[in-house]
């Protein structure tokens, strides 16, 4: 996600270093490069030159404290105009009383309209809600068995008839809302290739119909430009309430979240990153702005933590770290909550500073599946005391588990390197895991532990034998 963007704003930055102080030469540079990283990322020309002139009058206008250099400062100005311009939050569902809620999805055809009313109808329902779907795209083939099977799923009522009158398929549906009491209801609506006026007179006539509450634009982030494009005409059809993303996770431009909010006015409300049913999140953007800016998302991998592990099992595991005593069987259990969590990466990408740094871990989360006939193979002995595996128990683990030799190596190095970050988790100094729980782990001092450290040390030998190089030259 916006890993390219990530990448420019890190080069810019780290041109600044070195430099004493902000001035207005080597600002003007740095926009520069901003504005042509944000224009390869797909966003719009007039919101990329705006946002460099912000944030080119706010570096020049800063009070800088001596303390920090000038690419921290521009970091931090950085990250306040990103927040601006995809702000402000706003992930709240608006319900009524008395219900129902109407809810209506609005959109181009492939741009995840039908899995997205699915997301949204299981999102609501974990707010004790009783939501409909209804199957209202009545001109995309196979949209409403689509619907019907989604709705299986998520164990929530979808509202279908067989008929091509989308105007009465909606005003039927409310009437069936009220009669089974569901008090929030969510229709997919017919899209296009691209916007045509049938199309657009269609979803107006639903509308005028049925007066939604809230009405979104769910758009496919990979689309750049053509998405948001498409949301300033459909806002100026409709009236939108709030924008959805979808496909997030495979953007790595970032040009449409950058430029939607700023091109409609619409807050982005939510955003679709990933397949499954309960990938659809809250869109936060202080949040997203500090991961394009390599800076993390503790908050949310906070959030995440809470929603998946137990507080029990987590002082469980951090006694375990630091007695010692962490084994296989214990690193196969974190690997499947850290799967359901989203994956290796994925949390990594949160950790501060980590972002540049994943290209260097070779981790499959699909691996899982391995990892566990590999782990079922060896003794209790080796599961539990990793050390004892040598090269002959290797070769006996592969030939139990039918993989090769190397697998089982591999499998063992990934579990020492995943034990040691989880140790610097666990550590005293950086709170521990029960602070993951509370927000008060110390990530700024664990991104540096991770990526600085050996660095550090490489450093220190280089100059060492610059030293004494320097010192015969004087003898």
Do not use: W
Request: charged share 30%.
């Amino acid at each position: 996600m916006f890993d390219t963007l990530t990448q420019k704003f890190n080069s810019v930055f780290k041109g600044l270093r070195g430099r004493g102080r902000i001035t207005e030469a080597n600002i003007s540079d740095a926009m520069r490069e901003v504005r042509n990283a944000l224009l390869e990322a797909d966003v719009s020309y007039n919101v990329a030159k705006k946002f460099c002139k912000d944030v080119r009058e706010a570096a020049l206008g800063a009070e800088v404290i001596k303390s920090l250099k000038p690419d921290q400062v521009l970091i931090k100005i950085v990250n306040d105009e990103l927040t601006k311009l995809m702000g402000p939050t706003d992930p709240s569902i608006y319900y009524v009383s008395p219900g129902p809620t109407i809810i209506m999805l609005a959109g181009l055809q492939g741009g995840g309209k039908t899995t997205t009313a699915a997301k949204l109808g299981n999102l609501i329902k974990k707010q004790n809600k009783n939501p409909l779907l209804v199957a209202d795209d009545l001109r995309r083939p196979a949209a409403i068995e689509q619907l019907t099977q989604l709705g299986e799923q998520t164990g929530i009522d979808v509202y279908r008839e067989d008929t091509r009158d989308a105007v009465r398929v909606a005003e039927n549906a409310i009437k069936h809302a009220r009669k089974n009491n569901n008090d929030v209801v969510i229709l997919d609506t017919a899209g296009r290739l691209h916007i045509d006026e049938e199309m657009m007179t269609e979803i107006s006539d639903v509308a005028k119909a049925i007066t939604p509450h809230q009405i979104y634009l769910v758009c496919d982030a990979m689309t750049g430009q053509d998405a948001v494009n498409s949301a300033k005409q459909f806002n100026e059809r409709l009236e939108l309430d709030g924008v959805i993303l979808t496909k997030l996770d495979g953007d790595a431009r970032g040009g449409a979240a950058l430029s939607v909010k700023a091109v409609t006015g619409k807050p982005i409300k939510f955003v679709g990153v990933g397949e499954k049913l309960d990938k659809l999140e809250p869109f936060h953007p202080d949040r997203m702005a500090s991961r394009i800016l390599g800076m993390g998302d503790v908050v949310s991998l906070v959030e995440k933590a809470q929603e998946h592990y137990e507080t029990e099992e987590a002082e469980k595991m951090q006694k375990k770290m630091e007695k010692g005593t962490f084994g296989f069987d214990d690193f196969l259990k974190q690997m499947k909550t850290i799967k359901k969590m989203g994956g290796m990466k994925d949390m990594l990408k949160m950790l501060p500073g980590m972002g540049g740094k994943l290209d260097a871990i070779d981790f499959d989360d699909g691996q899982i599946g391995q990892m566990e006939a590999i782990i079922h193979s060896m003794t209790k002995k080796e599961r539990k005391t990793p050390e004892i595996i040598d090269s002959s128990r290797r070769k006996r683990i592969a030939r139990g588990s039918g993989k090769q030799t190397q697998d089982v190596s591999s499998l063992v190095k990934t579990f020492t390197r995943s034990r040691d970050m989880m140790k610097a988790v666990s550590g005293g100094r950086f709170g521990g895991i029960k602070s993951l729980f509370s927000g008060g782990l110390d990530m700024n001092a664990l991104a540096a532990k991770m990526q600085g450290g050996k660095k550090i040390k490489q450093r220190s030998k280089r100059k060492k034998v610059l030293s004494r190089k320097r010192g015969k030259k004087r003898r």
